[in-house]
């Protein structure tokens, strides 16, 4: 089990069929914080409007967590645009969960992030509202296509691969997006004053100098399944858990075979 000073998730989207929640609840049974920051979409109420998928696992993973809260984990919750009608609470508790617009975290080193979900800083989001939806449904596309994809990638022995990740790397305005994203950001983190970012909206896990600060991006749980965690030294990691249960599975095979052979 992971021990952590604090552990940073967002883009977890509950509510659609293309939310792992079942690996997301994998990793909170097996990671412990005194700080966990959710930053944004954790609920994807745009999806619920138009009918939502709500299988065990996402009522288990929102079980999972006010129950750290009730064993005296402290949770922020930070709201994106997909949960955005929740940013009328910010200031007031639920559940013990604490709503907040945005936040100055301080790591055990002494430095300064601000934290952020970050669809603020998305021109297609803020000014073309429509656009963000239609490119919603794209994406949701492809996010569906990956479960056919890799199930047939399992029965060939394959890992987990991502036709929607792919095709954001490789699309010249998708990276060209990300770029001028992180530079945003980054430029935000700087007029602020403080040492760096920490954000999601995106669902591309990064932690790099940008601008002359540190630009960390959570990631997401419907592709990379990744988070960031704060040590107890203050430096922070990238987890991606995927690889996690991957090199468990290895694990577990050898394991298995080494009992066999011995039999």
């Known amino acids: ?25 994998d990793f909170l049974k097996h990671t412990e914080a005194e700080t966990i920051y959710l930053v944004g979409d ?25 129950r750290k809260v009730r064993k005296g984990t ?23 969960i604490e709503l907040e617009h945005q936040a100055i975290h301080t790591t055990a080193n002494g430095r300064r992030y601000l934290v952020i979900h970050g669809d603020e800083f998305d021109v297609v989001v803020r000014y073309a509202r429509w656009l963000a939806f239609l490119g919603d449904r794209g994406y949701e596309l492809a996010l569906w296509t990956n479960h ?3 199930f047939i990638r399992r029965r060939f022995g394959l890992g987990y691969w991502s036709l929607s990740a792919h095709l954001k790397q490789r699309v010249k305005t ?18 602020q004053n403080v040492d760096g970012v920490i954000c999601g909206h995106i669902h591309h896990a990064a932690s790099r100098q940008c601008q ?24 922070l990691e990238l987890i991606r858990w995927l690889d996690v249960l991957e090199s468990r599975r290895r694990e577990n095979e050898a394991e298995l075979a080494d009992t066999l052979q011995v039999a």
């Open 1 to 25: 089990m992971g021990s952590y000073r604090t552990l940073f998730i967002s883009d977890v989207h509950l509510g659609t069929r293309a939310s792992q929640a079942d690996v997301l609840l």
């Open 174 to 191: 998708a990276v060209n997006f990300i770029g001028e994203f992180e530079k945003s950001l980054s430029e935000e983190a700087g007029r």
């Open 148 to 150: 056919p994809l890799n």
């Open 212 to 235: 002359g600060v540190h630009y960390v991006n959570t990631g997401d749980w419907v592709e990379s399944c990744t988070a960031i965690a704060e040590k107890d030294d203050g430096s």
């Open 42 to 66: 954790i609920i994807d109420f745009w999806r619920i409007k138009r009918g939502a998928i709500w299988p065990q696992s996402h009522n288990d993973v929102l079980q999972k967590i006010l």
């Open 74 to 96: 402290r949770v922020i919750f930070i709201p994106g645009n997909h949960d955005e009608g929740l940013r009328q609470y910010c200031g007031t508790h639920f559940g013990g």
